[in-house]
């Protein structure tokens, strides 16, 4: 073992990043946590800010808060631009470098518009607290906008609101809109019924929720249709624009359009050198380096990983901290001269919440729907969240929000003006 | 009357119109209520926010929802561009106008810097969620930027918070500021002590908390200084700039400079074509309308007004709801024929506070300070505050930063790299 101990620099504390430091408390190893933000994040209830339930501080917590106690772990703020694998070291956006002996990359994923760049701009995606405060803006905005419109054919457009892709988040979105314009804001408006809006869900595949079993999308498809959701399966979206969306043959006026269908890999990848999978992830060894630099581990959503029966590791949290664990215990053993274990990915299970009282669970011989799965995702998620504080405080507002039908954070924060496209800026 | 009713139009959800609004409830009118944003915000306690202890819906709550059953009551979200008297219209920025019979102006107040408006971009005001998000964002962010440094003199720069003004705002940001880096921070960093950091309240009158009696002032600058803010009183600031801010004959190198010491009147007044008073606000009757105009009512920060003694009429909370209801009356009275009251504005004391268990209550003959002043603050500001749901949260909040030193928002949002001045920007 060297004097100055061996460096892991981490990147990205999502739960990746911040399981693997943790899981390096103990060895022999100065680590340091690099993140863009200050802040590790929830991300699976993410859709509750976008929606306007919970507020962001609810859901995140400070890096350096979380590893005050770790004292083998630095944690500093800095945006990664690339990796020299060839000096080992990584290289930040304020031209500052920071030298590893093992690399971890877990800088996560982005959405993607599968080539079709200029939606984004109309169809926000859901991944940062940044982007869930955009879409809380762009949601609460469009009853305002319609309320404040007097033509019946814009007031319906910024009434209807499509949501692309049938995955969690989507139906996730869609079940919670629905549950806004009926309930949160009924009574509140003079000139239209918010409850009239339009809610639709397109999902290019056969069936929403195409990673649970078939009876499970079946369920859930039926309880968004009873809550209110339009539910269209089997038809990509072929364009979205300022004014709405084109799917199949229809065209569907619409002020707002959300995306929840891709998600591609952080570019950072790119700047290894090596080849990458088609949504450009790092395909690894079994011990999750990476092949011909065994000093680099990938870990989370960045790293393409197969099951033994072929099938891809999802890109969901339990999946992430499980990786970050093995990389620390691959560095761990390497440091003892030992042979690192393989990556085993352990699958507890599969949930989503679609409304009040209405959730699928699948854990392995297990399937709940209804409001026994809705308890059951609601514990869990309670439970997962890190931070005390954080814990009672997102219980106090499900808690109020239960019984009150009202949303805790039904506030626009930053320039709503600036969302509007251009096209339609001038009345 | 008429047959349609008379059509009251408000501009701005402050205290002074949300208060004028709900006091027209029971009266026979159309009242319109225009706000550039969804919400009224409790502003006693944004200070709160920018310091990264409360989430920004802790202190608001939408206009609609806080009216839902005030069935008289329209609320838009509209930015108002001006007021065309002759035509009795506000015309809004987008385009659209609406014509009133009344109109109660209570845009409020911006922060203004003596025509060095170059200021702005290094030393941000406090006036809305936005502004509060901001500086938390530039706070929050100061700390990492000087654990990443590693040059001293820059990383000093770093850890030293200027305050400009010293009122309540100034004050309170400065005590809370020393709280973060002596109890919050501790122990979080590995290269930097935030305990090290260096808050200054440089103020240009003779003592801070100049609207306090001359031995509260004394005593809240001995309990700044006893918690450790240095505070200089006498010399007005001559510069600032990205790297710091010049004062008296000094220069302090501080890359986070805070504005808390100039305000000045909405624009919206020099549209109304009347003469208004240096700061811009608009001198008003005793009933509150304007001279000429008696079908327009001016409330809260907006309106100049006397009391008896020559003393301005205060710009805070009580004063702004007091106008607003006394705008009401007026209203109600003219309809009824009657004539309308004089606005007598009840003064019912003034409370700031400084830090953990120190505060300074001025109620008539009754001056509290330490402790005491301290609870009696905490309990007003939670009494004051809408919405039981906020109110429950802020007390979790607080109870738990009291035994934690913790803040519970400590969650940069936004883009902390678009913050950095350009000069700088590059390393």
């Known amino acids: 073992m060297p004097a100055t101990p061996c460096h892991v620099v981490i990147v990205g504390g999502g739960f990746a990043g911040l399981w ?52 083998n772990a630095t944690v500093l703020m800095e945006t990664v631009a690339a990796i ?37 701009d109309h169809a926000p995606g859901l991944k940062t ?43 996730e979105l869609a079940g919670t809109l629905v549950e806004i314009a009926r309930h949160t804001l009924a009574r509140e408006f003079r000139r239209i019924d918010p409850g009239a809006a339009r809610v639709l869900l397109l999902e290019a595949g056969p069936r929403v929720l195409a990673s649970f079993p078939e009876a499970l999308s079946a369920h859930a498809r039926a309880q968004l249709q009873r809550l209110g959701v339009e539910v269209r399966t089997g038809q990509p979206v072929q364009a979205i624009d300022a004014d709405g969306v084109c799917v199949g043959a229809d065209r569907i006026p619409a002020r707002t359009v959300l995306w929840a ?28 380096s990476v092949a011909g630099a065994p000093e680099i581990f990938v870990a989370g959503d960045l790293a393409s990983v197969q099951r033994p029966d072929g099938r891809p590791v999802p890109g969901v ?63 869990a998620h309670i439970y997962f969240l890190i931070g005390f504080r954080n814990r009672l405080s997102v219980m106090l507002s499900w808690t109020w929000a239960y019984w009150s039908y009202q949303r805790a954070a039904r506030i626009i924060l930053g320039d709503a003006a600036a969302d509007q496209p251009r096209s339609t800026r001038q009345a």
């Open 317 to 379: 949290a339990p999946a992430a901290k499980q990786m970050g664990r093995q990389v620390a215990a691959a560095i761990r053993a390497r440091l003892a001269g030992k042979p690192a274990p393989r990556f085993r990915y352990r699958d507890f299970g599969n949930l989503a919440t679609i409304g009040r009282m209405a959730a699928v669970v699948h854990l392995g011989r297990l399937r709940l729907t209804g409001a026994l799965a809705w308890w059951f995702w609601l514990t």
């Open 84 to 120: 020299d694998t060839r000096a080992r070291r990584v290289l930040c956006t304020n031209g500052r470098g920071v030298d590893y002996d093992f690399l971890v990359l877990a800088s996560g994923a982005t959405h993607a518009y599968f080539g079709h760049d200029d939606w984004a």
């Open 20 to 71: 693997a430091t943790r899981a390096l408390a103990a060895a022999p190893v100065r680590v340091t946590l690099l993140d863009r933000g200050n802040h590790h994040l929830f991300q699976p209830l993410l859709y509750q800010v976008a929606t306007a339930g919970l507020s962001a501080p609810d859901i995140a917590a400070p890096l350096r808060h979380i590893l005050r106690r770790q004292r």
């Open 129 to 171: 607290l940044d982007d869930a405060l955009h879409i809380r803006r762009r949601i609460l905005s469009a009853f305002e906008r319609a309320e404040a419109e007097h033509d019946p054919a814009a007031r319906r457009a910024w009434l209807t609101f499509a949501i692309v892709g049938g995955g969690p988040t989507g139906v």
């Open 261 to 288: 269908a891709g998600v591609a890999a952080s570019p950072l990848a790119r700047t290894l050198g090596v080849p990458l999978d088609r949504a450009g992830r790092v395909p690894v060894q079994p011990d999750l």
